[in-house]
């Protein structure tokens, strides 16, 4: 078959055959297999592979950019039907979508305990040589701090100290922080 014409519609290129088959490929593929007017293409079924392919990597696309780990991505992508996922792991990672590295490190500043760091690096599927690395790096101190600061000023209007102090006391083990490191923090209160 050879091409007669190439058409530009709002996101994607309609081809148009000599036999008036009309094939819509997205830019990629036209780049990819630099379509052309006038070329002989051989067999479509290729450019037919290559945009279900593209769709499959725009949801997968889509599905990143809620924040995934690379094992919740090869999860999702076996679960649309993808056998071989590397391609797309390795196209992802490129496009900087999945960084497990980078998304470690933004749980270990969102101030957590360390059991909540616990199981949220297990709630997004890290492997385990990644999430004891995480965990025997992380100062629990800095983040019991930091909410225990928010604790004092939330419950500052408190008339009774008692009071104050058990509250304070509950919201930061409900955050998930030690007991003992909860007491001797707030000993120095005292």
Do not use: C, W
Not at 32 to 44: A, F, G, H, Q, T
Not at 65 to 92: A, C, H, P, V, W
């Amino acid at each position: 078959m050879k091409i007669i014409e190439i058409k530009k519609l709002k996101k994607n290129y309609q081809i148009t055959f000599d036999n008036f088959f009309k094939l819509i490929v997205d830019e990629d593929t036209v780049v990819k297999y630099r379509l052309v007017p006038n070329k002989e293409i051989s067999d479509i079924s290729i450019f037919e592979k290559e945009m279900e392919l593209n769709k499959l990597y725009d949801k997968a696309v889509r599905y990143a950019s809620y924040g995934k780990s690379e094992n919740q991505m090869i999860k999702y992508l076996n679960e649309q039907g993808m056998d071989n996922t590397y391609e797309f792991i390795k196209r992802l990672k490129k496009d900087h979508l999945i960084n497990d590295y980078q998304m470690i490190n933004s749980l270990k500043r969102k101030g957590y305990s360390y059991l909540k760091l616990q199981e949220k690096l297990h709630y997004y599927d890290f492997d385990s040589d990644l999430i004891e690395n995480a965990l025997s790096s992380y100062d629990e101190s800095k983040a019991l701090d930091k909410e225990f600061a928010i604790g004092l000023k939330k419950y500052s209007k408190e008339q009774s100290y008692q009071k104050k102090q058990e509250k304070l006391y509950r919201y930061l083990i409900s955050k998930g922080f030690n007991e003992e490191k909860v007491r001797s923090r707030m000993n120095i209160l005292d």
